[in-house]
């Protein structure tokens, strides 16, 4: 028997996932071949593996789990169902119906009875190139049965024999077949057993697959594979739940939901990427990579059940950080493909400053030390065009979309007048410049400051963070619109927008009292930012306020809402900010119930849009309810 601790989780988590056929889309995808099949499904992977699996929906693909999903710079399906369980006793084939289903953390299973068997499968991950399917077929009854076990399936460009499959990169090792049948399109392998009463059949595939071509080879014991998977997962959600007391029933399972969600994205070391790393989402292909910012603020949340991950997601991305200490934007398994054309905004510190606080890991603290401060004076370097100490969005190439990109906010009604400006070789700026920017660089100068501490370094951080904080408050706050905003250089105006650049200061904690008030009015103000879901990208207010289609023009992104109650919080304003959060939890779409975490929200209607099982939303969701 599992431990109490992932029983709990299983019990939350078999409402979460196990009914996906409440998602009609999905249930259709779910029927295409695999050539055919959208990527939108919720799939199961884990250990930082590079493929992946779904439930059947279907009672046609019962005994058999669909895929496998190959990730590597794009994702395809192999095969709808590479391993499809077919059983013969004593002539007879046996009805796989009446299944019952689940996605449990970190396992799938589908169980069958059909007179006196009893059939079980399980799958699990044992490495970052493999995973076990185990078969369990058990006599219940009183005679002797007859077993003819087989497995099938179609999959191009195959080989098979005796032993296994190969087909690319991707293997399956089984147990000595009696007999094999292949040709170009499918297999089937067979195994005869006569099973007397109360005896079992078990049979264990291992499935690998290796994107850089290097195949494991290695037996495993499958049982002793699934105490291990118990032990680990145990061990994340005994982490995070430690010390949480608030959290209703629904909360803790949208807080599981949250922790599959990351470790479904989890990509381990391979190719071109050196230390694992995590995907905004595995299910749209454009984010088949790692992304600077989203590490820093996965690195927070995942930090909150698996330290060790989130300190190589952050390696990750510094394993590529060049001679003048720039980070690039994204990485990929392929480098030549890494985006250098802009950076993202500067959370690093931040990001390792959390890891430190879950993990007390003073190493790597020291470790990344010297990078992260070269990271941030290269800010400084490249990007302060007038020199006055306050620091631009730009770009290396001198393209404005570029520059956009390096905000984080790619389509931001706030940039739509900007234009670019040489600072030198391979270094343009926006002619705008940025409250959230500058408010993030003193946040890092604060957190560089306590790191130096950690690691026994004296500094002047503090200090050049309290000089920083006068300039941004003189420069950014408008008294009149009662809020921060962006300024053009050498304008005497602020940019007529309103957006979360404009309570990211009482994040950072440099607003004054007066002026956080003031903001706070703004957040509160229904006819602005306090809509049906809270804090949305653009306020209410704005003419060009498109939450359906903008992008970062009025959906709500939880990185910035999160950053935007914390900011309450830390200015007394915790009644507003547990008012926000709710209205968030209870009103965005599937938060509460079964579906998955979006990478955003239609402020207006709660609906979930974009990306399906996106990492930062699950990182930041497991921050909000930690800290409730």
Partial sequence: MRPILLLFAITVMQGAFAQRARFPDVL???????????????????MGAWHAYALPLQPADYGAFIGPLLMDMNGRWLSDAISRLKVVADGRQVELTHASIHYYP???????????????????????????LQTDIRNRGGQAVKLVVEYNGKVKNSRVDAAGL?????????????????????????????LRPGAAFSHT???AYAPDGRQPNRQYDFNVELQRNTRRWDGYLAKYFSGVKRLSAREKRLAVKCIVTLMTNWRSASKDILHDGVFPSVNYQGFYGVWSWDSWKQAAGIATFFPALAKDNIRSMFDYQDGHGMIADCIYADKSENNWRDTKPPLAAWGVWEVFR?????????????????YHEWWY???????????EYGSTDGTRVAAAWESGMDNAVRFDSAVMLPNHAGAWSLNQESVDLNAYLYAEKQYLSKLCSVA???????????????????????AQAGFFRDRMLRSPAHVPVDGPEGWIPLWAGLATPEQAAAVKRKMADTSCFNTYIPLPTLSYAHPAFDPGDGYWRGPVWLDQFAFGTEGLRKYGYRTLAAALEAKLLNGAEGLLQDQPVYENYHPLSGQGLNARNFSWSAAHLLMILKNK
């Fill in 28 to 46: 259709n995808l779910q029927t295409l071949p695999p050539e055919g099949r959208s990527i939108e499904s919720n799939v199961f992977s884990d």
């Fill in 106 to 132: 970190g396992m799938l299973e589908q169980s069958f009875s059909s007179g006196h068997l009893s059939i079980r499968q399980r799958l699990i991950f044992v490495s970052g190139r493999e995973a076990l």
């Fill in 166 to 194: 190969k087909a690319g990169n991707f293997a399956i090792s089984w147990p000595q077949a009696d007999s094999v049948h292949a040709d170009s399109l499918q297999y089937a392998a067979l195994w005869s057993a006569v």
């Fill in 205 to 207: 595939q291992r499935h």
């Fill in 358 to 374: 879950q993990s007390r890991d003073t190493a790597f603290v020291r470790e990344m030390l010297p990078r992260l401060i070269r």
């Fill in 381 to 391: 370097r490249h990007r302060d065009h007038d020199g006055n100490g306050l620091c």
């Fill in 456 to 478: 026994g370094q004296e500094n002047t951080y503090a200090a050049a963070a309290k000089t920083l904080q006068q300039l941004i408050g003189d420069r950014f706050y408008d």
